[in-house]
T-cell receptor, first 114, second 115 residues
Framework: AQSVTQLGSHVSVSEGALVLLRCNYS??????LFWYVQYPNQGLQLLLK??????LVKGINGFEAEFKKSETSFHLTKPSAHMSDAAEYFC????????????FGTGTKLQVIP | NAGVMQNPRHLVRRRGQEARLRCSPM?????VYWYRQLPEEGLKFMVY????????ESGMPKERFSAEFPKEGPSILRIQQVVRGDSAAYFC?????????????FGPGTRLTVL
């Protein structure tokens, strides 16, 4: 079964600094990959998803992620952090059995320091 | 178009009581998924349902937990005889289909506290 690993349960960046949140997937190439964001006491919102085609995926709120098969990675980046980016971010991969059962990483809490 | 609705948003139960969590999917969505998020953990899949059918309940505890998605009305996640370890946030998601490109839309969650 597909799985994802998120390195770093907590990441702190200064406002305006680069955001880099790491995600690695299990060795078999997944068909799709997702990043979700969860703001405090809210549900998850899809940031972006990789399907096929271009390996650099742009999402909402200025985030993007690059699918790198050679590194089995799908890291999430944003050039300049904003205070409103403080949230928890989850990398996820769908079940390979053909429907939308999703396996989530353990999450990374992003703190933005003014 | 209203999003996925869940109620109640917060639920407090004493040990041994029953908890009923409701989820109304987005309009036009016939696929519903329930996830549980324990404190300081990611979301764990519990069950996937279509109208009147449970498709995959591999993530659901074998005892005390049940789910349904009737022809009419919301999907219900039912937890009988709750214990402290059931305290968690329970999220429902819906999708229009099962293709990998179909986005799963999440509700705001129900936060269950067992005293």
């Amino acid at each position: 079964a597909q799985s994802v690993t998120q390195l770093g349960s907590h990441v702190s960046v200064s406002e305006g600094a680069l955001v880099l949140l790491r995600c690695n997937y299990s060795s078999s190439v997944p068909p799709y990959l997702f990043w979700y964001v969860q703001y405090p006491n809210q549900g998850l919102q899809l940031l972006l998803k990789y399907t096929t085609g271009a390996t650099l995926v742009k999402g909402i709120n200025g985030f993007e992620a690059e699918f790198k098969k050679s590194e089995t990675s799908f890291h999430l980046t944003k050039p300049s952090a904003h205070m409103s980016d403080a949230a928890e971010y989850f990398c996820a991969v769908p079940y390979s059995g053909g429907y939308q059962k999703v396996t989530f990483g353990t999450g990374t809490k992003l703190q933005v320091i003014p | 178009n209203a999003g996925v609705m869940q109620n109640p948003r917060h639920l407090v139960r004493r040990r041994g009581q029953e908890a009923r969590l409701r989820c109304s999917p987005m309009k036009g969505h016939s696929h519903v998924y329930w996830y549980r998020q324990l404190p300081e953990e990611g979301l764990k899949f519990m069950v996937y349902l279509q109208k009147e059918n449970i498709i995959d309940e591999s993530g659901m505890p074998k005892e005390r937990f049940s789910a349904e998605f009737p022809k009419e009305g919301p999907s219900i996640l039912r937890i009988q005889q709750v214990v402290r370890g059931d305290s968690a946030a329970y999220f429902c998601a819906s999708s229009p289909g099962t293709a990998g490109t179909d986005t799963q839309y999440f509700g705001p969650g129900t936060r269950l506290t067992v005293l």
